[in-house]
């Protein structure tokens, strides 16, 4: 996998993925306390169609794990559609951990590393925005 640093867009703009492409936005949230978290996403062709929109709740969790629960509920969904043959997948969130589990599995906890390795089947590429940048993972 490669790795790529670009410069950040400006918060209020959506890059559409390339022609062809589908592109799943997703996010993650949880209380101070840990106590409780949600995730969402929404999932859009390159005409800004919305294809999937989804949002679920989840128990207590970490801040990093319900990131991953969050690109892994959007794999998930992305393989039950037939999108999934037709068309490869960017996900895009701001986990900057999760761009490095994607890219490093051996950097992976234990606990986390089954949800991991789900996510690198389905990705085509992984868009992580934090820290100012945005950093690409893609497997071509």
């Given at each position: ?12 703009s959506w890059i ?10 997703v ?9 409780v ?12 169609n ?18 991953l ?20 997948l960017i ?15 051996g950097d ?12 690198r ?13 945005i ?6």
């Open positions: 996998m490669q790795i790529a640093k670009l410069q950040r867009p400006p918060l209020d559409p993925p390339p022609v062809g492409y589908l592109k799943f936005n996010d993650a949230s949880v209380n101070g306390n840990y106590e978290g949600g995730i969402g996403g929404i999932l859009r062709d390159h005409n800004r919305h294809l999937v929109i989804f949002s679920k709740r989840i128990g207590l969790i970490d801040r990093t794990g319900i990131e629960a969050a690109v892994l509920e959007a794999c998930l969904i992305f393989e039950t559609f037939k999108w999934n043959k037709d068309s490869p996900i895009e969130f701001d986990c900057l951990t999760m761009i490095h589990w994607i890219n490093d599995f992976v906890p234990a606990v986390f590393a089954d949800d991991v390795q789900k996510c089947v389905y990705v085509l590429g992984l868009i992580c925005i934090a820290d100012g940048y950093l690409c993972i893609s497997n071509h």
